[in-house]
T-cell receptor, first 116, second 111 residues
């Protein structure tokens, strides 16, 4: 089975520019997650979708970050405008069913963003 | 608020040695604990998942233990190989069914 696909793999932008990341989850997975992983830290959940509805976006900086999951499949995460502290790896993950104790999340390779 | 800590932040051992990675968490109200591996430039791969009712899980040369009452988990790697070099992260599935992550231990196995 195909894994979680993310693009681009790398992105370099200047501060105040905009950037968008794309994620295609594993087929049939209802739940999709976006994480931000700063160098030397564990991932931090930005937003969780269940189908095309938002379950949790409490840690998403909504003044500059936005995310959508149209038709409950692919998702995009956008940053506008970017700041230096947004430099990180952005990970997308998907899972079949989140509300069970055996839930396993499958991760994409991530997008490494550098803001100069 | 759940917090997950991993010590040490980095570890270097000669090939062939057995080793233990540590993970501690502050709130014992968890559904499960997972150990992940992260290779440079790649995503996270789930290695082992221990349910809150379990004490340990094994997969090949890996053995993970869980002591929920003391808020601790260990990942034991037997007969380490250079291919085991990676960053290992633990994460707890908290009462909101969300993963709370440690910062990871960077493991280097020297040939």
């Amino acid at each position: 089975e195909a894994g979680v696909a993310q693009s681009p793999r790398y992105k370099i932008i200047e501060k105040r520019q905009s950037v968008a990341f794309w994620c295609n989850p594993i087929s049939g997975h209802a739940t999709l997650y976006w994480y931000q992983q700063i160098l030397g830290q564990g991932p931090k959940l930005l937003i969780q979708f269940q189908n095309n509805g938002v379950v949790d976006d409490s840690q998403l900086p909504k003044d500059r970050f936005s995310a959508e999951r149209l038709k409950g499949v692919d998702s995009t995460l956008k940053i506008q405008p970017a700041k230096l502290e947004d430099s990180a790896v952005y990970l997308c993950a998907s899972s079949l069913e989140p509300l069970i104790a055996k839930n396993i999340q499958y991760f994409g390779a991530g997008t490494r963003l550098s803001v100069l | 608020k759940q917090e997950v800590t991993q010590i040490p932040a980095a570890l270097s051992v000669p090939e062939g040695e057995n080793l233990v990675l540590n993970c501690s968490f502050t709130d014992s109200a968890i559904y499960n604990l997972q150990w992940f591996r992260q290779d440079p430039g790649k995503g996270l791969t789930s290695l082992l998942l221990i349910q809150s009712s379990q004490r340990e899980q094994t997969s090949g040369r890996l053995n993970a233990s869980l002591d929920k009452s003391s808020g601790r988990s260990t990942l034991y790697i037997a007969a380490s190989q250079p291919g085991d070099s990676a960053t290992y992260l633990c994460a707890v599935n908290d009462s909101n069914y969300q993963l709370i992550w440690g910062a990871g231990t960077k493991l280097i196995i020297k040939p």
